[in-house]
């Protein structure tokens, strides 16, 4: 499951189209978005290289499908609407509040709201809430986010309503109320409600099954789906069970949203730049670093937004392996990577900012930081090699890079090798295949010394996103997000303890921390946050990057300029 | 690969004019013949030059000052997406055919070093596939029969495969090890039969000449009849062929490279430049180019000179 948002953050380096994008503050995009405020009404095209992972909310798991899954289904919380922190804020959606933990934050009670309905019309109540967690855990279909799983009471064997059925300890007293007993305090579980296996569906295991959702969704949010063809295109038409008045997140603008799937990145951006036709009211993921130069025009500025991604890109080191295991040897690698040539790789200035921590700065705690500093992000060779001959390598050092077949992390990866060549550390490739990449690299005995991958946080807590990386009790041997498997007493312990904290600002603040004492071990080299940059059609309104949704435009705030 | 009309070269010696220095002087009749020919001329000036521009890589990289994986920052304008500074993307008088946007690497010098693989690959998959094409060819050809069978049949076999899909396939499920050396097996595999087919042809022609029959008669042995008899009288064709496989093993393995199966990144290669270079086209129009006319210049360039070499021989043998 970790590795599902291992993979989320790797795609969005890879599909420009899946990219959702946040919006951090990058100082120069407006606040408002572009084009002002949307109408009610017209067709909003969406313009996407891959299609969706799966329209089923236990399934599918990264920025994209995140944001498209609001448009379709409410969940008890879900993340704001706006740039920055105001969009990362957990705020109550079918719930009428965040809800209320008890003493020790073990017991948490929610209260739905009224009139809320799904698409054929039948209300939604807390045992359709119950029934779509506890349908989520089903081994077949639980690849999505897992910290139902993680935090949820349940028996050890429990595997989903299907097989084991119904759940105990998630209470309904009422039709409108609901009570998780969770297997530790946690504090942030207002988070946890919010991601997309706790979508409600009707209490009807005739005819919602593991697989029927996946083929036809049922609609709580203001859109349903009413035409799908995998891989081509995808058309959503308003819900008129959805009641904005239940609703202060979803803004639902345009009668309805349609997908193009299967257009290849470049052909992308050509269309959205030339914005001919019904490209006016399209928009896109992140343009190519190749369009950068082309959408510099004040014409074009004009309809461009960006937003950090909320993700990382780094290098983790694998510090099972021979030399690798020496924190001197991972040391001067940090000392010597050359971040400014990755980040021109990538694109330069407007795709990337140089990386100095693990966490990145939409992410809550965020502290800052630079252990291994060098003139202008540029390397230290002369560093590296003395801390190199310190551990034993005064000759130099050689080790083998995983690297994906795809021309922005090859870029990435050439960067690498040659400013490491420079500390006398020789790199090799080797290049795995997009489709088997990330399996490749989450198991432990396929896996090398190195590798180049993201990883974008659930939320903007590091609760999700140091544990799943540097945790030793979180290496598997398959699915492993823990790639540089390091497995610290130290670090242990500390995360046991932040995660025992009831004070959320507190335990951020303790998250910013310990992400400087994992970096002092240096197990992985922290490189890029990447940037969404997009440009959208011309009659397009309301769109920004949305901080939770790796910086993709945010579905339910953009609409149409003028409907015609 | 083209074919050689199969008469050539039979009749030539055999009718031997009598002995007034039949041995140098087709050579010299070829060569001054050719050197009328502009085009001809053109082209192995072309092809010089680019040897030598493979030979000398690591000499221009000394003058230039620019080792072909050397990241060049300040070339490039990072607030762009990475593009060239300056025309023509970033042609300046330290970058003399500009750099790759996104690193700022000399064009120029990965252009040398890029000649040197194609070069390598190209006329090692060369020297491999005449050798085995001619003499499998050749005792195809001579001695049919059953070997004539074996070899025609796996010759069919392998001429009837989609070849550049099973390049692909092949290479990418090859581990990555030696990228150049692979590249050199898996072209000479698909490539022998072309060579071989046109040398069995000519073989079988010869089998039943005069010259042959004599010496036969003689009481030569068969493997001597091959190597000395009928080899020296296809000398012409396998010149010929040899010129043509050329430029289409440097086409592949650039075709390869660009669909990213061929020589793996960081190693220079043409194929690979122009792949990098479409997304680009539209900023940087001259990172396409330039290794977009050096490949098209040499694969031009031997072309030419090997339907030129048999234009003038076919012209000879006739005569």
């Not at chain 1, 009610?40 to 969706?52: A, C, H, K, R, Y």
């Not at chain 1, 979180?474 to 997000?481: D, H, L, M, V």
């Not at chain 2, 050689?4 to 220095?21: D, F, I, R």
């Not at chain 2, 140098?24 to 030059?49: D, E, G, M, N, Q």
């Amino acid at each position: 499951m970790k590795r599902r948002t291992a993979f989320l953050g790797l795609a969005i380096a890879t599909s420009i189209a899946l990219v959702g994008c946040t919006a951090a503050d990058t100082g120069s995009g407006s606040t408002e978005g572009v084009g002002g405020e949307p109408v009610t009404g017209g067709t909003l095209q969406v313009l996407q290289n891959t299609d969706f992972s799966h329209l089923d909310p236990a399934q599918g798991f990264d920025g994209g499908v995140n944001n498209f899954y609001r448009l379709i289904y409410r969940t008890l919380t879900t993340q704001g609407v706006g740039e920055g922190a105001e969009g990362t804020e957990i705020v109550p959606d079918l719930a009428t509040d965040t809800g209320t933990p008890n003493e020790d934050a073990t017991v948490w009670t929610f209260t739905l709201k009224d009139d809320i309905f799904f698409e054929d019309g039948t209300p939604i109540t807390s045992a359709d809430v119950k029934f779509g967690v506890e349908r989520s855990l089903d081994p077949s279909i639980s690849i999505g986010s897992p910290y139902a799983k993680i935090v949820l009471y349940m028996p050890e064997d429990y595997q989903g309503f299907y097989i084991s059925g119904p759940l105990d300890t998630i209470e309904t007293p009422d039709e409108k109320t609901i009570v998780f007993h969770l297997n530790q305090p946690y504090a942030d579980f207002a988070a946890v409600v919010g991601q997309a296996p706790f979508t409600p569906f009707p209490a009807d295991d005739e005819s919602v099954t593991t697989t029927s959702i996946d083929q036809q969704p049922i609609a709580s949010g203001p859109y349903r789906v009413t035409e799908y063809q995998r891989g081509s295109t995808l058309v959503l038409e308003r819900n008129e069970h959805w009641d904005a008045s239940t609703d202060d997140v979803r803004k639902a603008y345009p009668d309805s949203f349609e997908w193009t799937f299967g257009l290849d990145g470049a052909t992308i951006d050509e269309r959205m730049i030339a914005g001919q036709g019904d490209d006016q009211n399209a928009i896109a993921g992140s343009v190519q670093a190749a369009s950068i130069a082309r959408i510099q025009t004040p014409e074009i500025q004009e309809r461009t937004i960006q937003g950090l991604q909320g993700c990382t890109t780094y290098m983790p080191l694998n510090t099972t392996k021979p030399g690798m295991d020496d924190p001197l040897v991972r040391q001067a690698i940090n000392l010597a990577v050359n971040k400014q040539a990755v980040k021109d790789g990538t694109g330069g200035s407007q795709l990337a900012d140089i990386a100095t921590t693990m966490m990145p700065p939409t992410v809550a705690g965020f502290t800052e930081f630079d252990l291994y500093p060098s003139e202008d992000f540029e390397g230290d060779p002369e560093a590296a090699k003395e801390l190199l001959a310190e551990a034993g390598y005064p000759d130099g050092f050689e080790f083998t890079l995983d690297i994906r077949n795809n021309p922005k992390m090859q870029a990435q990866a050439e960067a690498i090798q040659q400013s490491l060549a420079q500390a006398g550390i020789t790199v090799n490739f080797n290049l795995i295949d997009s489709a088997t990449f990330y399996e490749v690299i989450g198991t432990t005995s396929q896996q090398h010394d190195a590798a180049i991958t993201g990883w974008c946080p659930d939320w903007a807590s590091g609760a999700t996103f140091l544990p799943p990386l540097f945790e030793g009790t979180q290496i598997f041997e398959k699915g492993n997000s823990n790639v540089a498997q390091l497995n610290d007493p130290a670090v242990n312990e500390r995360i046991a303890e932040i995660r025992a904290m009831t004070d959320v600002e507190e335990a951020n603040a303790a998250w910013g921390a310990l992400d400087e004492q994992i970096m002092e071990l240096a197990p992985a080299v922290p490189l890029l946050f990447e940037k969404a940059v997009m440009v959208v059609g011309s009659n397009v309104a309301g769109a920004y990057a949305h901080a939770g949704f790796s910086g993709g435009i945010d579905y339910v705030s953009v609409g149409l300029a003028s409907a015609e | 690969m083209s074919t050689v009309p199969s008469e050539l070269a039979v009749e030539t010696e055999p009718k031997g004019v009598l002995p007034t220095g039949s041995a140098p002087t087709p050579a010299r009749r070829v060569i001054s013949t050719l050197r009328k020919s502009p085009a001809v001329v053109f082209s192995v000036c072309v092809i010089v030059f680019i040897v030598l521009l493979a030979v000398f890589a690591p000499v221009l990289a000394a003058i230039t000052g620019w080792d072909p994986y050397e990241f060049d920052p300040t070339a490039i304008d990072s607030d762009l997406g990475g593009v060239p500074i300056g025309p023509f993307g970033g042609i300046s008088s330290s970058h003399w055919l500009g750099v790759e946007p996104g690193n700022g690497r000399d064009i120029l010098v990965r252009i040398a070093y890029g000649a040197r693989v194609s070069l390598m690959i190209a006329v090692s998959a060369t020297l491999i596939t005449t050798t085995f094409g001619v003499v499998l060819g050749m005792v195809a050809g001579f001695f049919g029969g059953l070997a004539d069978q074996i070899i025609s049949r796996v010759m069919d076999f392998l001429m009837a495969f989609p070849s550049l899909i099973f390049m692909i396939a092949l290479l990418s499920a090859l581990p990555a090890g030696n990228r150049p050396a692979l590249l050199v097996l898996v072209l000479s595999i698909f490539g022998w039969p072309y060579t071989a087919r046109v040398i069995r042809g000519q073989a079988m022609s010869l089998r039943n000449s005069e010259f042959v029959e004599a010496a036969r008669a003689s009481g030569a042995r068969p493997v001597k009849i091959v190597f000395r008899e009928v080899l020296p009288n296809l000398r012409g064709t396998i010149i010929v062929l040899a010129t043509l496989a050329v430029p289409s093993y440097i086409g592949t393995e650039a075709g390869l490279s660009f669909l990213g199966v061929g020589v793996m990144p960081p190693t220079p290669s043409w194929g690979q430049m122009i792949s990098t270079a479409v997304g680009w086209y539209a900023v940087d129009p001259m990172f396409f180019l330039i290794p977009g006319t050096f490949l098209f210049l040499t694969v031009f360039a031997f072309t030419v000179l090997g339907d030129n070499l048999r234009r003038v021989l076919d012209a000879g043998d006739a005569a």
